[in-house]
């Protein structure tokens, strides 16, 4: 399971989008797996980027494009053949149904009030770029006290 699974999940249920918002859908399905079953759906981390989480692994699926859909996330054989837990599509579905009506810099704009984002983020300057990682402990604890839905 890689987060590229998941992705690809959030775009068969929510169809074409902005990169801006599958990064941040992503995250928040990781945030509600980790506050509400104390379990990850993907070992990829996030890092605390300027415009919010960012995954290192799925932005090199999408670098370059500005939108993108479940046809141009290319897979490989070993993610092809990976099938998801009816737990883990329930997650993604209740992320999809509670946060898909939001844009890409609304998103951005509401990870940028959490602490998971702003902790990560303690000395950077606002206007730079940053690849320090987001604990997964640190979504967890945040989560479970601020749940998604």
């Given at each position: 399971?890689?987060?590229?699974?998941i992705a690809l999940k959030i775009l068969e249920i929510m169809g074409p989008m902005t990169t801006m918002k599958l990064q941040k859908l992503t995250y928040y399905a990781q945030?509600?797996?980790?506050?509400t079953t104390g379990l990850s759906l993907f070992p990829e981390d996030f890092e605390a980027w300027k415009?919010?989480?960012v995954s290192l692994?799925?932005?090199k699926r999408h670098r370059g494009r500005l939108i993108i859909s479940?046809?141009?996330?290319?897979?490989?054989?070993?993610?092809?053949?990976?099938?998801?837990k009816e737990s883990q599509i329930e997650i993604i579905k209740t992320v999809c149904n509670k946060l898909g009506g939001l844009s890409?810099?609304?998103?951005s704009e509401r990870t940028h009030k959490e602490m998971p984002w702003i902790q990560a983020r303690?000395?950077?300057?606002?206007n730079k770029g940053s690849e320090e990682i987001i604990s997964k402990q640190s979504i967890h604890d945040y989560?479970?006290?601020?749940p998604i839905v």
């Open positions: 399971m890689s987060i590229i699974n945030a509600h797996s980790l506050a415009n919010g989480p692994e799925l932005f479940s046809s141009s996330l290319l897979l490989t054989m070993n993610e092809r053949a990976v099938m998801l890409g810099d609304e998103l303690t000395g950077v300057p606002e989560y479970v006290k601020h």
